[in-house]
C-alpha cells in the first residue's frame, strides 16, 4: 500500500465529539443559572419589597427594578418593640443548636460508620422516622415537660428542641462522611503510635471537616427557620420566627416584608461564611 493509499485519520468524528462536549458544558452551564435564578428570585423579591417605600408598594404594575429604594421601613422594624432581643435569642438558639448537635452527632456518626453493632440499621431507620414526625403532634407534652421542669420560656428550651429536631439529620451525614474517610490511615496512625483518639483528631477529622460544616450548616438553617416550637414553648423570650409571626400577622404589608427579609439575611450570611467548608458533589472543596 502506497502512503497515497494509507486512510486519513478520522479528524470530523474527533471534532464532532469536541463540540459535543463543549454543548454539553454549556448546557451544564445554562441548567445551573437557571436553578441560581429560580432559587434567587424570592430573595430578591422580598429584598425588593422591604427595602421600598409604602408607596411604590402600592403601585399597579409593580416594579422588579429598585425605583424607590428606603430603609425607613427596615429601620422601623427593627426598632420595633421585641425585634432586637428576639434576634439575640436566635442567634443564641442556633448557636446553641450547633454546637450541642455536632457535639452528639460526631461521635454518634463516627460509631455509626465505623462499627457493626446489633440494630444497627434499625437505629438508622428510627432516627429518619423520628425526623418525620411532626412538631405539632408532641406541642402538648413538650408544653408539659418543660413546665415540669422549670425551663419554660427559656433559651434552653428551645435548644434542646431544635437539637432533638437536627439531631437525626446531624448523624447521618456525618456518618456519611466517616464512610468517606478511608480506615487505612486511621489504622496507619495509629500502628505509629498514635492513640485512637489522636488519630481521630489528626487524620480523619481534618478529611471530614468539610461534611462536618455541611452538617453544622443545615442544623443552623433548620434551627433558625423554626418557629412552631419556640411559638409553643416561649412567651418573653421568642426567637425572631417566633416573634415575628406573633406581631406582624396584622400589621402592613410593608413591615411583613421586612420581618422576612430580616429573616432571610443572618442565614443567607451564616452560609457564605461556611461556604468555603462545604464539600461539592465531586468531592472537591468549595473556593
Known sequence: MTPADTPAPHKPARAGRGRGARWRAVGVQLACLAVTAFMFAP????????????????????????TDVSVETMASFLTMGGVLPA???????????LVLSVLIGLPAGYALARYVFAGRDAYQLFMLLT???????????????????????????????????????????????????????????????????????RVVLPQALPGI?????????TSW??????????????????????????????????????????ALVFVALMRKYLLSMWGTTLR
Do not use: C, K, M, W
Not at 402600592?58 to 422588579?64: C, E, H, M, Q
Not at 434576634?87 to 443548636?97: A, E, H, K
Not at 419556640?230 to 400577622?249: H, W
Open 43 to 66: 430573595v430578591y423579591l422580598v429584598a425588593l419589597a422591604a427595602l421600598s417605600t409604602p408607596e411604590s408598594l402600592n403601585r399597579f404594575p409593580l416594579s422588579l427594578l429598585p
Open 225 to 266: 427557620n423554626e418557629v412552631l416550637g419556640a411559638a409553643i414553648l416561649t412567651l418573653d423570650r421568642r426567637t425572631l420566627p417566633a416573634q415575628v409571626l406573633s406581631t406582624l400577622g396584622a400589621s402592613p404589608l410593608t413591615y411583613r416584608f421586612a420581618g422576612g427579609f430580616a429573616l432571610i439575611v443572618p
Open 213 to 221: 460544616a455541611a452538617a453544622g450548616l443545615f442544623t443552623f438553617v
Open 131 to 201: 425526623r418525620a414526625l411532626p412538631i405539632v403532634v408532641l406541642s402538648v407534652p413538650l408544653a408539659q415537660l418543660f413546665l415540669t421542669t422549670g425551663l419554660y420560656d427559656t433559651t434552653y428550651a428551645v435548644i434542646l428542641l431544635h437539637t432533638a429536631l437536627a439531631l437525626p439529620t446531624t448523624v447521618l451525614i456525618t456518618s456519611a462522611v466517616f464512610v468517606g474517610v478511608p480506615r487505612d490511615q486511621e489504622e496507619a496512625a495509629q500502628i505509629f503510635g498514635a492513640t485512637p483518639v489522636q488519630a481521630f483528631v
Open 87 to 97: 434576634f439575640v435569642n436566635s442567634l443564641i438558639v442556633g448557636v446553641g443548636t
